[in-house]
């Protein structure tokens, strides 16, 4: 799967958020979601658009974005 083919970034859409082709539905929303622990089932009932297709395109959107060569550190401070 390419997720190219699902998903694109457009600055008049959504803020330049990656988005769903021909939605508003961003790809934040969707990871965010799978993370909280909703399954496929739940997030295609409640988005009418969604495929299992762009499930697996947001999946591997991110997992393109972790092969980026670069490390964020972050301290807490107390």
Same mark, same amino acid.
Do not use: C, S
């Given at each position: 799967? #390419? %997720?190219?083919? $699902?998903? @694109? ?6 803020? !330049? #958020?990656?988005?769903? #082709?021909?939605? &508003? =539905?961003?790809?934040?929303?969707? *990871?965010? &979601? *799978? !993370?909280?622990? +909703?399954?496929? +089932?739940?997030? *295609? +009932?409640? $988005?009418?658009? =969604? #495929?299992?297709? @762009? ?5 591997? $959107?991110?997992?393109? %974005? ?7 550190? @972050?301290?807490?401070?107390?």
């Amino acid at each position: 799967m #390419k %997720w190219q083919d $699902y998903i @694109h970034r457009d600055p008049k859409i959504m803020v !330049g #958020k990656p988005v769903f #082709k021909g939605t &508003r =539905l961003t790809v934040q929303n969707i *990871l965010e &979601r *799978l !993370g909280q622990g +909703a399954t496929e +089932a739940e997030l *295609l +009932a409640d $988005y009418p658009r =969604l #495929k299992p297709e @762009h499930i697996r395109a947001a999946q591997a $959107y991110a997992a393109d %974005w972790m092969n980026v060569e670069r490390v964020i550190y @972050h301290e807490e401070v107390i």
